[in-house]
């Protein structure tokens, strides 16, 4: 079994006469939290897309598990047990959060086949799910809806979480319960690729990083070594974490 659950060689991605990914090679390692960092505008969430096939890679290759699934279509790539948490979360506001969670329960008709203990799990991550079971999706606040958007993504078991940008304009009380959650997702075995702007939220739960910068990779390593190197931080994010 590889160590690497998910490798893009190559990957290039065009969105119309626009070309947006040039050559990304990018490795996420099994059980690990990867994070995924730069400047905005660099090509992370068109990375994550594009793994999705959301859009489609115009040249390279995507492995999964050790499958090429570089043109599989998304319901095809979900059907492999990866989630994908979008930066526009992706919540129907007109169903209630019990409606949102049953939606991806792929294995359930009813709420009431539903993996009891899984959800006693997943509320004992996100308490909001369980508070606001029966309201409007809508109607949650931005926190809660994010969390409800994760919460989402692994009502079942899934082998890989793509997440973009989980901590976006969110509460620091929320942010630190985001973490904790995360945190007890890859003690549980996921491996979890992350898009993150939150550089405190990066150095607490990331193991591996890469870098992009103009739609490519510029760097990888583990998350520890950039967090010491403030001089490689400046050159490749224009900070210090």
Same mark, same amino acid.
């Given at each position: 079994?590889s160590?690497?659950?998910?490798t893009?060689?190559g990957v290039h991605?065009?969105?119309?006469?626009?070309?947006?990914?040039?050559?990304?090679?990018?490795?996420?390692? +099994?059980?690990?939290?990867?994070?995924?960092?730069?400047?905005? &505008?660099?090509?992370k969430?068109?990375?994550?897309?594009? *793994?999705? &096939?959301?859009?489609?890679?115009?040249?390279? =290759?995507?492995?999964?598990?050790? =499958? #090429?699934?570089?043109?599989?279509a998304?319901?095809?790539?979900a059907?492999?047990?990866?989630?994908?948490? %979008?930066?526009?979360?992706?919540i129907?506001?007109?169903?209630?959060?019990?409606?949102? @969670?049953?939606?991806?329960? +792929?294995?359930?008709k =009813?709420?009431?086949?539903m993996?009891e203990? +899984?959800?006693?799990w997943?509320? !004992?991550?996100?308490?909001?799910?369980?508070?606001?079971?029966?309201? %409007?999706?809508?109607?949650? !606040?931005?926190?809660?809806k994010?969390m409800?958007?994760?919460?989402?993504? *692994?009502?079942?078991?899934?082998?890989?979480?793509?997440?973009?940008?989980?901590?976006?304009?969110?509460?620091?009380a *929320?942010?630190?319960?985001?973490?904790d959650?995360?945190?007890?997702?890859k003690?549980?075995?996921?491996?979890?690729?992350?898009?993150?702007?939150?550089?405190?939220?990066?150095?607490?739960?990331? #193991?591996s990083?890469?870098? @992009? #910068?103009?739609g490519?990779v510029?760097?990888?390593?583990?998350?520890?070594?950039?967090?010491? #190197?403030?001089?490689?931080? +400046?050159?490749?994010?224009?900070?210090?974490?």
């Amino acid at each position: 079994m590889s160590a690497n659950l998910l490798t893009l060689a190559g990957v290039h991605t065009h969105i119309g006469a626009y070309h947006i990914l040039h050559g990304v090679d990018l490795v996420v390692p +099994r059980g690990q939290l990867t994070m995924l960092l730069g400047r905005n &505008g660099a090509g992370k969430s068109t990375t994550l897309r594009t *793994i999705m &096939g959301l859009w489609q890679a115009s040249q390279g =290759r995507i492995t999964f598990a050790g =499958r #090429d699934i570089t043109t599989l279509a998304t319901p095809q790539i979900a059907a492999l047990n990866i989630a994908y948490v %979008p930066e526009t979360m992706g919540i129907f506001s007109d169903l209630t959060v019990k409606e949102n @969670m049953l939606l991806a329960a +792929r294995s359930a008709k =009813r709420a009431s086949q539903m993996d009891e203990a +899984r959800l006693t799990w997943i509320f !004992s991550l996100f308490p909001a799910v369980e508070k606001f079971w029966n309201h %409007p999706a809508g109607k949650l !606040s931005g926190g809660q809806k994010q969390m409800l958007a994760v919460a989402r993504a *692994i009502v079942e078991p899934r082998e890989l979480l793509i997440v973009d940008e989980p901590s976006k304009g969110l509460a620091p009380a *929320i942010i630190n319960n985001m973490i904790d959650a995360f945190a007890q997702l890859k003690a549980s075995g996921v491996t979890i690729l992350l898009v993150e702007q939150n550089i405190n939220f990066a150095i607490r739960l990331g #193991d591996s990083v890469a870098v @992009m #910068d103009n739609g490519r990779v510029v760097h990888s390593g583990t998350m520890q070594a950039l967090a010491e #190197d403030k001089v490689m931080q +400046r050159s490749l994010l224009g900070l210090a974490l």
